[in-house]
């Protein structure tokens, strides 16, 4: 079964920037959509940004919307989260998510899930 392995986390500054990185072969011409979620202490599990590898087309939550751009290589099966202006709130478990069903990555629920990675914006 092919895997998705996130990348990129660490500790940043209120008002810097992280690029994570989604490994996800398999997944990026197959007609599958990649989202990146996160998970932050004590909360539930919640959408950031995702996207249609087929066609490009972009979603993003509210709360990041002007901060952070979901990209894709695909000669190299990535997906990229670049997060600017960094807030302390951004603080989570980062994890990306593919399914083949854009409805079950909008819902939160796609079928194959990689292992996360910690973002910390602290000062």
């Known amino acids: 079964q092919e895997k998705l392995v996130e990348s990129g986390g660490g500790l940043v500054q209120p008002g810097g920037s992280l690029r994570l990185s989604c490994a996800a072969p398999?997944?990026?011409?197959?007609?599958?959509?990649i989202g990146w979620f996160r998970q932050a202490p004590g909360k539930g599990r919640e959408g950031v940004s995702c996207l249609v590898t087929t066609d490009g087309s972009t979603y993003y939550a509210d709360s990041v919307k002007g901060r952070f751009t979901i990209s894709m290589d695909n000669d190299k099966n990535i997906v990229y989260l670049q997060m600017t202006n960094l807030k302390p709130e951004d603080t989570a478990v980062y994890y990306c998510g593919a399914d083949d069903n854009w409805g079950r990555i909008l819902a939160g629920l796609p079928r194959t899930w990689g292992r996360g990675t910690q973002v910390t914006v602290s000062s």
């Open positions: 398999g997944f990026i011409s197959d007609d599958y959509s």
